[in-house]
Structures are given as C-alpha cells and as structure tokens.
C-alpha cells in the first residue's frame, strides 16, 4: 500500500485560507490522491480527489505536485465547522483506501 | 439517493454472542468496504468486496469476524462469538469506478460487555 506522510496537527484562524500538506513518494502512476475529513462523532466524508490535474470543488482545493510526490489540500476560508481529522490517502488499483493518523485540523475564532 | 445504510445504528451486546451487522450499499456501486475504528488503532480496513466478491481480507483480525456479500444491494459482518476488544464503530462503504470516491454510512456502534 502506497504510504503517506501527514503532520499530525495544524491550526487556523477562522475565515483564512489553511493548506494541509500531504507527502506520497511511493506513488504510481495510476494511483489517485483521495482526501476525506472526519468531523467528530462522524464517519469519514469525501472531500476531493485527483489524478495529475489540480482539482476544485465546492468544499476545497486539491494542488498536485508536477512529480505527484506531494499534494496540498486547500480550504479557502476555514469555519469552525471544518474542524476535523483530514486524511490523504493513495488509492491503488482496485479502490483500496488505507487510513493512516491523519492531521487534526483546529480551527480557532 | 439514501446513501450507505448500516443497521443497527448501536449494539450492546455480551461477550460470547454472536454479532451481525448490515450495509446496504448505493446502488449502482461495484465495491464495498468494511471498515473499524477505535481510539488505539484509528480506521482499520477489514475487508473489501468488488461485484459481491471478497478481494482483501487480510484486514480481518481472526476468524471470529466473517463478511458475506450475496447480492450487490446487501452486506453483512458477523463476529461470533464477540468479544469485549470488539467493541468499536464499524463503517461500511462503497464506490463505483475505479478512482471514484468512498461513500460511507453513519457506522453502527458496538459494546460488548
């Protein structure tokens, strides 16, 4: 299973912009970046994914390294509802998603 | 469109007894996934199936846990007999293509006393 590497933590000030980074150098070419969120007492919600493209959508922004070794999950103006554990994850061939620690974002008024 | 459901939404049960739990996935979705979460050890994948049939299983702590898909609108995860270090959320998901995001359920709580 292709590896992630995540910082544990991060925290933003509510209505800015936050980036969480996400490393994957073990990456293959046909392997998708996937990022989901957990808020608490949850189960795990999609947020965004990609192939090589960056990628938007209503709730973020997915920035994808030229070598696709690195991603940055954006978040354009945080809210307090967007605390939660982000993870980033590789999915292989076969729709595989192994969850790793993820970073708990805080979010502060 | 519903969404995954699970049932139950919480189980309580004692040790010894035998434990199902149910997902129904979006129609249309060729894969399906069991998941478990604790505290300790974070979202485990358990098993995976792809057209009703199992492709992972190496997630599946022991053989007191079996999954079964019969059909491609029903899953099931039992664990017999249960045990108190089973207790956790499950989650079951699923997903159409490949690359195509994981949806998931609201998850079904179980306490094993």
């Known amino acids: 299973d292709a590896k992630t590497t995540q910082p544990n933590s991060m925290e933003s000030n509510e209505e800015e912009p936050v980036h969480l980074p996400c490393n994957h150098s073990t990456i293959s070419g046909t392997d998708y970046i996937h990022w989901y969120r957990q808020l608490p007492s949850q189960g795990p919600e999609y947020v965004i994914h990609?192939?090589?493209s960056n990628v938007n959508n209503r709730m973020a922004s997915l920035a994808i390294a030229e070598d696709r070794k690195s991603s940055t999950l954006i978040l354009h103006r945080a809210t307090l509802r967007d605390a939660a554990v982000y993870y980033c994850m590789i999915m292989e061939y076969g729709n595989k998603l192994v969850f790793g620690a993820g970073t708990i974002l805080r979010v502060k008024s | 469109d519903a969404g995954v459901i699970q049932s139950p939404r919480h189980e309580v049960t004692e040790m010894g007894q035998e434990v199902t739990l149910r997902c129904k996935p979006i129609?249309?979705?060729?894969?399906l996934f069991w998941y478990r979460q604790t505290m300790m050890r974070g979202l485990e994948l358990l098993i995976y199936f792809n057209n009703n049939v199992p492709i992972d299983d190496s997630g599946m702590p022991e053989d007191r846990f079996s999954a079964k898909m019969p059909n491609a609108s029903f899953s099931t995860l039992k664990i017999q007999p249960s045990e108190p270090r089973d207790s956790a959320v499950y989650f079951c998901a699923s997903s159409s293509a490949h690359g195509s995001p994981l949806h998931f359920g609201n998850g079904t709580r179980l306490t094993v006393t």
């Open positions: 129609s249309g979705h060729d894969y």
């Open positions: 990609g192939l090589t």
